[in-house]
């Protein structure tokens, strides 16, 4: 006789455990909930509510972990609800219409439930990206000073287009879904460049890449809207703006009629003065609270959620120790109800962490990445498109995913 734990944390994972040992086609239907184990938190509801949960989850064979204060005061509460999915959709059941927030703590534990393990669809113009794999977006740089060391005015400009088209194709070959053009560099302390000089910088170099590769999704990197409209009419599908609109309103217009996909990232300051002492309270619902208002702001200008994905805007603006917090708790963002779109690659943080230089930050980013996947993350902006590829495919074989 022989036991050891199985790792399950999906229903795939449980239907292929139960189909090696034969069980049959309803069973697998009914059992497969019930190896599953999940846990959420709730924030501010009140204690009333937070008994009730308690409640209803015990007399399903669960439980809620909360305050001891609220079983002798009134006051608003944080608690954490756990068990298995099946439990978990009973408990849906019976709180449905229920009063004090009980309702909207169903609804929304019902999003996650049914999401768990399907995947949705990212549009942008006239072509979809589906979520639930990671996706990788190799990063392009037309600029002469980036961060990386991989800006493409820094090389041989006698033959640029050769080369951007070389790097693309060998991005593509390795697996990215998405290239992101940028022409001005927002590493931290540098300065902006002239919408002229931007679009001189992109434009052709992305009206070349669109021709030779008519199926590939582009994005943008600018948060200028005549830089935006320029590429958008040379064939770009998303806007990924560092300012998340707010230095262009005018972009969200542009996203509206042409249906274009968006990234709207957290930066605090701008790319000149981020690093000037950033200081946070609590930097995970500091920037939630900041892009849901920015996703509220795209819904009130007629863009569907769809369309949109969130970047919390590792390194900008931020302390080593608030992109540590970010990335371990990366799945909290979820609760904004669209895509994770990250950027670790090579970035200071890394080179804080491991004390090493930007040609020494590999291991660190393939780290970086892998936790990521693992914590949420849905597009991966990677300089090393092949390198992060491979670790992502290996770890997702290894987990039996």
């Not at 009140?46 to 909360?66: E, F, R, V």
């Not at 274009?260 to 003065?273: D, N, Y």
């Not at 979820?334 to 020494?360: M, N, Q, W, Y």
Request: overall charge positive; charged content about 25%; proline content about 4%.
């Amino acid at each position: 006789m022989k036991l050891f734990p199985l790792p399950i944390n999906n229903l795939k994972t449980a239907g292929r455990l139960m189909d090696a040992i034969r069980t049959d086609a309803q069973g697998k239907k009914i059992m497969a909930p019930k190896m599953l184990f999940r846990a959420y938190k709730i924030e501010g509801i009140s204690s009333y509510a937070a008994n009730i949960i308690k409640q209803h989850l015990l007399s399903l064979g669960s439980d809620a972990a909360l305050s001891r204060d609220c079983l002798v005061k009134k006051m608003n509460t944080d608690i954490i609800i756990f068990g298995t999915v099946s439990q978990l959709a009973r408990f849906i059941e019976k709180i449905r219409c229920q009063p004090f927030g009980l309702k909207e703590v169903a609804c929304t534990l019902d999003m996650f439930l049914k999401t768990d393990d399907e995947k949705s669809v990212f549009y942008a113009r006239d072509k979809k990206l589906l979520i639930g794999d990671p996706a990788l977006c190799g990063i392009l740089n037309v600029t002469p000073d980036s961060f990386s060391g991989d800006g493409l005015l820094g090389g041989d400009r006698l033959n640029l287009e050769k080369n951007t088209l070389t790097k693309v194709a060998g991005m593509v070959k390795n697996g990215t879904k998405i290239i992101d053009i940028g022409g001005e560099s927002t590493r931290p302390f540098s300065k902006p460049v002239s919408e002229r000089e931007e679009i001189a910088r992109v434009i052709p170099l992305l009206r070349v890449i669109r021709r030779k590769f008519p199926k590939l999704i582009i994005s943008i990197d600018t948060y200028k809207y005549k830089v935006a409209k320029a590429a958008v009419d040379e064939g770009a599908d998303i806007i990924n703006d560092i300012t998340a609109l707010r230095h262009s309103p005018r972009i969200a217009g542009l996203i509206k009629r042409y249906r274009l996909g968006c990234i709207l990232m957290h930066m605090k300051g701008t790319p000149r003065s981020m690093q000037k002492k950033p200081r946070y309270g609590d930097v995970v619902d500091e920037i939630k609270s900041f892009l849901k208002n920015r996703i509220d702001f795209c819904r009130e200008h007629g863009i569907n959620k769809n369309q949109l994905m969130v970047d919390p805007g590792v390194g900008f603006g931020k302390r080593v120790r608030d992109n540590v917090e970010i990335i371990s708790r990366l799945w909290e963002f979820k609760t904004l109800g669209v895509p994770i779109f990250l950027g670790v690659s090579r970035k200071s943080f890394i080179g804080g962490v491991l004390d090493a230089g930007v040609d020494e930050r590999l291991s660190g980013t393939l780290a970086s990445c892998l936790v990521s996947v693992i914590n949420g993350a849905d597009v991966l902006r990677v300089h090393d498109v092949r390198e992060v590829n491979h670790a992502v495919r290996m770890a997702k074989t290894l987990m039996n995913q």
